[in-house]
């Protein structure tokens, strides 16, 4: 079975400040990795995703997430974010083969003062 | 180009009776996934999908749950005689296959009376 952990669950920082959302997962077996963001009034949609190849994956919008096997993590890093940032943002594993159902954390909210 | 739909958005029951929540996924994704969200929490896998068949259903929290997706296509979440814990967002993902990236829903609010 796989359990991921979001460490904060609120992360407020000021606009253009750098930001990083962490997240631990705990796996016997090979995962995939996500993170998904959630506006507000919004559903869920896939932010970037880890499933092979290079560390160290990027989004369209800034953000980046490096996959560390010996620590177990995935956090996700903007070095300036934005007023329109703010959001919940989830992490997620899934089992490599097989179907994908998500396991997920609990959430981080991140907001953003200007 | 729509993505996944579903309905009703918001659906208030009162404790025991029945709800039925319909997910439509985009056209032509084979695989289909319920999640269930608690406040204050993430979402949390309830069943799995493809095509018509169940083939994971280790997620659903008791035998008042039943899913089902007759045609390959639209599916349906069934809640019997629903209990005040049931008060959650239900979230429906679908996916071109199995190991494809999950496109969610925007969610139904259900709350139990």
């Known amino acids: 079975a796989q359990s991921v952990t979001q460490l904060d669950s609120q992360v407020p920082v000021f606009e253009e400040a750098p930001v990083e959302l962490r997240c631990n997962y705990s796996?016997?077996?090979?995962?995939?990795l996500f993170w998904y963001v959630q506006y507000p009034n919004q559903g869920l949609q896939l932010l970037l995703k880890?499933?092979?190849?290079?560390?160290l994956v990027e989004s369209i919008n800034g953000f980046e997430a490096e996959f560390n096997k010996s620590q177990t993590s995935f956090h996700l890093r903007k070095p300036s974010v934005h007023i329109s940032d703010t959001a919940e943002y989830f992490c997620a594993v899934s089992r490599r083969g097989g179907a994908q159902k998500l396991v997920f954390g609990q959430g981080t909210r991140l907001t953003i003062n200007p | 180009g729509a993505g996944v739909s579903q309905s009703p958005r918001y659906k208030v029951a009162k404790r025991g009776q029945d709800v039925a929540l319909r997910c439509d996924p985009i056209s032509g994704h084979v695989s289909l996934f319920w999640y269930q969200q608690a406040l204050g929490q993430g979402p949390e896998f309830l069943t799995y999908?493809?095509?018509?068949?169940?083939?994971?259903k280790s997620g659903l929290p008791s035998d008042r749950f039943f899913a089902e997706r007759p045609e390959g296509s639209v599916s349906t979440l069934k809640i019997q005689r629903t209990q005040q814990e049931d008060s959650a967002v239900y979230l429906c993902a679908s996916s071109l296959s199995g190991t494809d990236t999950q496109y969610f829903g925007p969610g139904t609010r259900l709350t139990v009376l």
């Open positions: 999908f493809q095509n018509e068949a169940q083939l994971d």
């Open positions: 880890y499933l092979s190849g290079s560390t």
């Open positions: 796996s016997s077996v090979s995962v995939y």
